[in-house]
Nanobody, 116 residues
Framework: QVQLVQSGGGLVQAGGSLRLSCAAS????????MGWFRQAPGKEREFVAA????????VYADSVKGRFTISRDNTKNTLYLQMNSLKPEDTAVYYC?????????WGQGTQVTVSS
């Protein structure tokens, strides 16, 4: 069983930065598809950014391109999301997710609130 444990997040003013972390258990993290999603109040969960398992492909949602950076450290089994130039519309619960061919495993979620 794979567990994803998130940390980071919190309250920040518009224009500020936050970093989210997602620590994974298991020995095959380096082969996992890994990504970040978010869900704002009253809205459906949406894609933010993702790696393929080899790290050769990174995809970002248009809404975060140029502001957010996804990265991973396979030696620490940890996924990161660096969020810069945050906007109030980035306010949401953020989730990390991963799996071999699909997002089978999910973190517990962490709140990010951006004040104007």
């Amino acid at each position: 069983q794979v567990q994803l444990v998130q940390s980071g997040g919190g309250l920040v003013q518009a224009g500020g930065s936050l970093r989210l972390s997602c620590a994974a258990s298991g020995r095959t993290f380096s082969r996992y598809l890994m990504g970040w999603f978010r869900q704002a109040p009253g809205k459906e969960r949406e894609f933010v950014a993702a790696f393929n398992w080899s790290g050769s492909t990174i995809v970002y949602a248009d809404s975060v391109k140029g502001r957010f950076t996804i990265s991973r450290d396979n030696t620490k089994n940890t996924l990161y999301l660096q969020m810069n130039s945050l906007k109030p519309e980035d306010t949401a619960v953020y989730y990390c997710a991963g799996g071999v061919e699909s997002y089978a495993y999910w973190g517990q979620g962490t709140q990010v609130t951006v004040s104007s």
